[in-house]
């Protein structure tokens, strides 16, 4: 491969937990900030950048490749919101053919129409289905694709859990040339414990949170109408956040390799945080205690 | 500890399918894979094998998937190829066999036979991709599926025969002489009343499987024959005997006792049968004994080979061909536990003061254990022909890869099979002391 | 010589050889230094040349016994049967006969003598035919040429009666 063009970063995270709107938040904030975005969303579902472009359209790489043999940039991508490059990998039916192969064929078409080269872009987002069930939904962070990943979770047991995969994955990649953890991006924050949930998980793990984002109806409403907060709501506090976060990404280039949780210890930490909550909705007050 | 296997002389799971679905009269093999998958077999087995083929080169219809198939799923290019496949290739059953990414992805294959099977093709499958293993588990998993689902084809079967037996563990290919060492093993068989099933080979088509349910018993003559046969076992309540390998010379004798015994044969007429037989043999043996100790026949021998074939061979010329082993190298990568019997039963069978056993399949190894033992006479396949050159010594090629003999219908089993050695071998012998 | 080869010996053996008269002395020789013993000796013929070793291997053993004929297998196998010798070494015409009577044979025309590296392959020899019977018991399942009546008289029997 040439000289990489831009940074480009992966953003993994369980399914549903926010994380394609958290991109897309992202990349609209970069765009809005001045500068060239592509956004790859690597999920067989292929609703990555909808927000982006205003619920159009957009057909997938794979769909492309499928119907004819000779591809073009123009036929897979769409101009998002901000000048946002919108690209979806796509991917088979559900139950049918492999996933994981198709995002392994779609970066890889990515590179041999040179997009990179052509487009010139100052970010590269990649939004990827977090659970890494495959090796290929790890080809974003092998070497070569993205410098660095950020992990969205929520408080959920299941989502941390996701982002726990993910670090075992950059943990086996990162020493062969693969892309370094980011850091953690707190989303959907409403319960009291979250924060310090999430806290706690990134500290056992060696990393750090860059962002909270809050539960918001601001996000929902702005979903409705097929755009990111960025451009439905423009002066949102939301709206700031996802700047924020942005920023972070911009001007911060820290990465560390995460040490996952081991199943015990993640079983362990997570009964400990169980009978935390439990005692918080209880009223039990300790001394000294942190929450 | 993982290794790295020189020259391997086993190839994968999907190979062993096709080997047993192209030695079944009648039976089409309809690939699922990538391209390369039948390329390599004709390759490393058909091209390796002159005259081996039953029906020549057999036509592999392959769906040849490239990548969109693996990532969209692959099912609706084998339905493609199954169709067309039924509308050029004559067959009566067509068997869709699967490599490893169509594996990988997880068509579904069972689907698309039973689709196949109601608009009435005979369409059955077996999963073979080669990361389930060698050869030699295909050669179970075709039988697996061929037993599990022809009966749902529903053809009528004509009334049950008397005195079936079946034979199992001979691969065809895998084995260089397995049409002729089944058809002798048949021969004996028919010879003390019964009438075998060899189900592989010349007029063995899918009758012959439809009627293995029938067999009063099933023979095992080498390891990769005790699944299948513990399979009939449960499924038909068929007793099954194994013997010890593939019996070459007197051998034979223990394997029609025992068949008789087990089914309570007519003990007189086995004991004539065996009595002719053997005859016949010494007396080809009397007749070579001038030349045999003229040429010096009596020599340390390495032998190279599958299991069963090791042990019957090596049984023959050290029992009755007075010859010593020195090197036997087992190279079908027995199971664990077949392994142990195989040393005990070695040692046992053949003696010698220098008698070294091997298991191994790798060909860089098996060349230095063949070299370092320094015997005066190789039999092993075209693999090993290079150390026979260099040791100086007379060589016969009896296990695969055979690669510059024409095999049509020799045999290396039974007594026929012993005499056709006794000639093959003592001709290398010859025509090395002429050199 | 003895320590190429090893802890071979043909101690406690007892060897007939059926040789051209030349050959025979010298193999005899040689059993002898390996520890066999020689019990008898097919000949093809004897001239002048060989009379001094004839008289000499006389002397040192009279219960030797010499026979001297050329194509005379019957007569070599009556004696043979009734010698019953560990192991036959020679180069007949009808090694197969004698392999028949359960004896180890080698014979010598693919066994080249000549030389140090003669005498390693000749123990190579000796080694796998003591160690390996079978053969000559699969032949023995099939019958000699002759009647058992002849194999029981004297190898000289046939002859006596001629004169008469």
């Known amino acids: 491969m040439s000289e990489k063009q831009g940074k480009h970063i992966a953003i993994y995270g369980k399914g549903g937990i926010g994380k394609s709107t958290t991109t897309s938040n992202i990349s609209a904030a970069l765009a809005e900030a001045g500068y060239r975005v592509i956004q790859v969303g690597c999920d067989p579902k292929s609703d990555s950048t909808t927000i982006l472009r205003g619920g159009n359209d957009l057909p997938t790489v794979l769909d492309t490749l499928r119907e004819q043999s000779k591809v073009k940039i123009e036929d897979i991508s769409a101009i998002g919101f901000g000048g946002v490059l919108c690209i979806e990998a796509g991917g088979p039916v559900p139950g049918v053919g492999c996933a994981g192969r ?55 047991f299941m989502a941390i859990f996701a982002a726990n995969n993910l670090f075992k994955a950059i943990n086996k990649y990162a020493p062969s040339g693969g892309a370094r953890l980011g850091g953690v991006i707190a989303n959907s924050i409403q319960a009291p414990y979250a924060k310090s949930l999430i806290d706690d998980f990134a500290t056992k793990t060696g990393t750090s949170v860059v962002g909270y984002v809050p539960r918001s109806f601001t996000v929902a409403q702005s979903e409705l109408y097929g755009k990111t907060v960025i451009e439905a709501v423009p002066a949102s506090e939301q709206a700031q956040v996802y700047r924020d976060l942005a920023r972070f990404i911009d001007e911060n280039e820290d990465s560390v390799i995460p040490k996952p949780l081991n199943a015990p210890e993640l079983k362990k930490w997570a009964r400990l945080w169980g009978d935390r909550i439990f005692e918080v909705e209880a009223g039990v007050v300790h001394d000294m205690e942190s929450i | ?107 579904d294959i069972p689907a698309m036979a039973k689709e196949g099977r109601e608009q009435d093709f005979p369409v059955i499958y077996a999963n073979t991709p080669g990361f389930r293993g060698d050869v030699h588990q295909g050669y179970q998993l075709a039988i697996k599926a061929l037993i599990e689902q022809l009966p749902a084809l529903g053809k009528a079967v004509e009334a049950p025969s008397k005195g079936v037996v079946n034979i199992w563990g001979i691969v065809p290919h895998q084995d260089p002489f397995w049409s002729g060492n089944l058809e002798e093993l048949g021969r004996l068989l028919k010879g003390i009343g019964l009438e075998p099933n060899l189900l592989f080979g010349y007029g063995q088509g899918v009758p012959s499987w439809q009627k293995l349910p029938d067999a009063h018993l099933n023979i095992v003559v080498s390891v990769w024959g005790d699944g299948t046969a513990k399979l009939l076992e449960e499924r038909y309540g068929t007793p099954l005997l194994a013997v010890e390998g593939l019996p070459v010379g007197a051998a034979a004798a223990r394997l029609l006792r025992a068949v008789s015994d087990r089914l309570a044969l007519d003990q007189q007429r086995t004991e004539l049968f065996i009595q002719s037989e053997e005859k016949r043999l010494h007396t080809s043996l009397g ?11 009596q020599r340390e021998f390495a032998l190279i080979g599958e299991s069963a074939q090791v042990v019957g061979v090596s049984e023959f010329l050290t029992g009755t061909l007075g010859l010593v082993p020195r090197t036997l190298v087992i190279t079908d990568n027995p199971p664990e536990y077949a392994r142990e019997a195989l040393s005990t039963l070695l040692k046992g069978l053949v003696h010698g003061d220098r008698t070294e056993l091997y298991f191994s399949e790798d060909h860089a190894e098996i060349t230095d254990l063949v070299f370092l033992g320094a015997a005066e006479l190789v039999l092993g396949s075209a693999l090993e022909k290079s150390v026979a050159l260099e040791l100086g010594v007379p060589f016969l090629q009896i296990s695969f890869p055979v690669a510059d003999r024409v095999v049509l219908n020799r045999c290396y089993a039974g007594y026929r099979g012993a005499a056709t050695l006794l000639e093959d071998l003592g001709s290398e012998i010859l025509a090395h002391s002429y050199r | 010589m003895k320590r190429t080869l090893g802890n071979f010996s043909l101690d406690g053996l007892r060897v007939y050889l059926g040789l051209s008269s030349a ?76 392999g028949r009577l359960g004896i180890p044979v080698i014979s010598l025309e693919e066994t080249p003598l000549l030389g140090y590296n003669g005498v390693i392959r000749l123990a190579q020899r000796f080694s796998t035919a003591l160690q390996n019977r079978s053969f000559g018991a699969a032949l023995a399942l099939t019958p000699l040429p002759y009647h058992e009546a002849w194999l029981q008289r004297s190898p000289n029997w046939h002859i006596k009666k001629e004169v008469k």
């Not at chain 2, 007749?287 to 026949?297: E, H, I, N, Q, V």
């Open chain 1, 102 to 156: 198709g995002i392994n064929a779609a970066v890889e078409l990515l590179q041999e129409l040179k997009l990179f080269e052509e487009y010139k872009p100052d970010f590269v987002l990649y939004d990827v289905l977090g659970d890494v069930v495959c090796g290929g939904f790890a080809v974003p962070i092998r070497d070569g694709i993205a410098d660095r990943a950020f992990v969205v979770t929520s408080s959920d």
């Open chain 2, 1 to 107: 500890m993982a290794h790295h296997i020189d020259g391997s002389r086993n190839s994968c799971a999907l190979h062993g399918a096709l080997q047993v679905i192209g030695a079944i009269e009648g039976a089409i093999p309809v690939l699922h894979s990538t391209a390369g998958c039948g390329a390599q077999h004709f390759l490393g087995v058909n091209r390796l094998d002159a005259g081996g083929e039953t029906f020549g080169a057999p036509p592999v219809s392959s769906s040849n998937i490239s990548e969109k198939h693996v990532v969209f799923g692959g099912g609706s290019r084998l339905r493609e190829q199954l169709k067309n496949t039924i509308k050029v290739v004559e067959g009566e059953l067509y068997v869709m066999v699967t490599g490893c990414s169509t594996e990988m992805v997880g068509d």
């Open chain 2, 287 to 297: 007749a070579l004994a001038d030349t045999y100790y003229r040429a010096g026949f």
């Open chain 3, 23 to 98: 050959t025979a002395f010298g193999v005899r020789d040689l059993v002898r230094e390996l520890g066999g013993e020689v019990v008898g000796i097919t000949v093809n013929r004897l001239d002048e040349l060989h009379k001094g070793r004839l008289e000499e291997l006389a002397r040192q053993s009279a219960e030797m016994q010499i026979h001297v004929g050329d194509g005379q297998p019957f007569e070599e196998i009556n004696i043979i049967k009734r010698l019953s010798p560990d192991l036959y070494l020679g180069d007949a015409a009808h090694l197969g006969q004698i």
